[in-house]
């Protein structure tokens, strides 16, 4: 044999390995045939399968639903404003179930009455009602003879002022006015005398006159007339002189006839050749006034 069949032939260098290689992934290997696939489909359903056996092994123990929800609502876990507002319903809650078992109990109780109870309340009430009433109406009263009483006492005060007035102008202690007539005496010759003059106040007295005044001189029920010394008349110890001028107040419709009627005054003082003049007016005033006098022993009955 030739020295080359000899010689072990030498074995070929391997090719360098590449540097990136070592840096990529293994390849994945190609796909298996559709009988692998196949194989693989049922594997994993095999493994699945086969896992929930031994699931319940690996849990813990189940639970109930009632468990679940006493667990979730205890303990509690309550902020400091839920607690509040829970607070306060529970308060609220309290007062109407009191409320409600109050008026439970109060139709309860009539509800389960006799009827002989029932009538009794029903009188009862109805009693109730009649002494309101009369109290009622006696308060009424009351007020009623209140009020009369304090209008019958103003009343009867100004009934007492208007008659104080009243009084006033008969005794010639306050000023009148009203309608009336001034009769005017001039005697020229002097001859008209006191109980001429007398006969006059008398007449016009008579006719209805309120209030009298000659020459100044207020005339009320205790004035006199006398013939004074050197001629003129006297009233009430004031010496007037003609003309005789008087201020009447009445109903000027009744003075005037009184004093012209037939024989009376003014026929009289004119036979003694006197000048009589009557005149009408709306307003009079009488204006002379008196001193009231207290009298010595006459009393008022009402004191």
Excluded: C, H
Aim: charged content about 30%.
């Amino acid at each position: 044999m030739s020295n080359q069949d000899e010689t072990p032939e030498k074995a070929p260098k391997p090719a360098p390995e590449n540097p990136l290689r070592k840096k990529l992934p293994e390849e994945v290997p190609a796909e298996a045939p559709e009988a692998s696939r196949t194989e693989a489909s049922e594997t994993p359903k095999t493994e699945a399968s086969e896992e929930p056996e031994t699931e319940p092994e690996q849990a813990g123990p189940t639970l109930s639903g009632r468990q679940r929800l006493v667990n979730g609502l205890w303990p509690p876990r309550l902020s400091r404003a839920q607690f509040i507002v829970a607070l306060l319903l529970f308060g609220l809650g309290f007062g109407l179930a009191v409320q409600v078992a109050s008026n439970s109990d109060g139709d309860g109780a009539l509800r389960g009455a006799r009827q002989e109870d029932l009538v009794r309340i029903l009188d009862e009430l109805d009693d109730r009602t009649q002494r309101l009433e009369e109290e009622k109406r006696g308060l009424e009263d009351q007020r009623t003879e209140l009020e009369n009483s304090s209008d019958q006492a103003e009343e009867a005060r100004k009934q007492t002022v208007e008659k104080e007035k009243q009084l006033g102008i008969l005794a010639g202690t306050v000023a009148a006015q009203g309608p009336g007539i001034t009769l005017t005496i001039d005697d020229t010759k002097g001859a008209v005398e006191a109980d001429m003059l007398l006969d006059a106040i008398q007449e016009l007295r008579a006719a209805g006159a309120e209030a009298i005044q000659v020459n100044g001189v207020r005339v009320v029920a205790s004035t006199y007339l006398t013939d004074a010394n050197g001629g003129g008349v006297s009233v009430d110890g004031n010496k007037i002189s003609p003309p005789y001028r008087f201020k009447v107040i009445g109903r000027p419709q009744d003075l005037e006839p009184a004093l012209n009627i037939p024989g009376g005054v003014v026929q009289t003082l004119e036979k003694e050749q006197a000048t009589v003049t009557v005149e009408r007016s709306d307003k009079i005033v009488v204006d002379a006034l008196r001193p009231a006098k207290q009298p010595d022993y006459a009393r008022s009955s009402s004191s």
